[in-house]
């Protein structure tokens, strides 16, 4: 409306695709009836659409005129019925509202055109002073509220959307929002994680070594005592560094295993297929 964009408001207001929304907003109906009367000044016409328009808003909404006419110190009409927002929600539109746009109705000719229409459309109302709906807050009303930090609206809140902790950067976030610093506490215990396995494996043959003589690698098959090989020897018996050995092949199948992962799975992939390359035969 400050930016004399009229039409925008009024085509907001009746656009198919928003119109499920825009019909529960008042503000959206009170100011695109005054959208229209400006338009119409402009244009040198009559005021009938847009009175008849604002006429359907305080039908919709006669409980914003009450707290408007208080802030802009009009009389109020003796005939109009008492009204009261009809759920929580409500009452948080009408005190938005006349926070943010009270002072576009200051002007002394648009007031009279507001107090003449207020009048006329006071026989079409009944009386309601109480409301018929518990409709609640919604979080991003709630949060909206928040982050205007207007005293007078902050009340509004509900204390189960204040019961945690709040961010002074992100206050009252979505339920599926995901905090900066809990992604990168995330990363920081995966990186930590995977560090952790790597040392456990880089060093398991110190892990083996340490181990009491004659344990059996698990794996291992358990050979009979005093049984013999092909040549005659005894393979209970092991020569000096036999021990060694194993460890050694062990640490040299966990290192071909990080290096195949750390390639994607293609590591050797070259070499066999030059291999096969070389092994085929000439067919010719």
């Known amino acids: 409306m400050k930016a ?6 009024i085509g907001l207001r009746d ?8 019909h529960d907003l008042l503000n959206i109906q009170y100011t695109a009836a005054l959208a229209e009367y400006m338009l119409e000044k402009d244009q ?16 919709r909404f006669p409980w914003l005129i009450a707290p408007l006419f208080f802030a802009l110190k009009l009389s109020f009409p003796p005939d109009f019925p008492p009204t009261m ?15 943010r746009s009270k002072d576009l ?14 009048k006329a459309t006071a026989s079409k109302l009944e009386e309601s002073t109480a409301p018929t709906s518990d409709d609640k807050i919604p979080l991003n009303v709630a949060r909206h509220l928040f982050v205007m930090n207007v005293p007078e609206l902050l009340g509004h809140i509900p204390r189960e959307y204040l019961a945690g902790a709040q961010l002074a950067s992100d206050p009252l976030p979505p339920p599926d929002s995901v905090s900066p610093y809990e992604m990168r506490l995330k990363i920081i215990e995966q990186q930590l994680a995977q560090d952790r396995i790597i040392r456990d494996l880089l060093n398991f043959p ?9 344990l059996e690698v698990e794996g291992e098959v358990e050979r009979g005592a005093g049984e013999e090989d092909v040549n005659g020897e005894d393979e209970d018996e092991f020569e000096e560094g036999d021990d060694q050995g194993i460890l050694g092949h062990i640490f040299e199948n966990f290192r071909n295993a990080f290096s195949w992962f750390q390639s994607g ?5 070259d070499e066999e297929g030059e291999e096969d390359e070389n ?3 000439n067919v010719d």
């Open 105 to 118: 109705w200051s002007v002394s000719e648009i007031s009279n055109w507001l107090v003449s229409t207020a």
């Open 265 to 269: 799975g293609h590591a050797g992939d």
């Open 279 to 281: 092994g085929l035969e």
């Open 4 to 9: 004399r964009e009229y039409s925008y408001v």
């Open 85 to 99: 927002p009809p759920s929580p929600i409500q009452s948080v539109y009408t005190e938005l509202y006349l926070h």
């Open 206 to 214: 110190e892990r083996v070594a340490a181990l009491p003589r004659g």
């Open 44 to 59: 040198k016409k009559s005021h009938e659409t847009s009175t008849e328009s604002l006429s359907h808003a305080i039908q």
């Open 15 to 22: 656009s198919p695709d928003w119109i499920h929304e825009t």
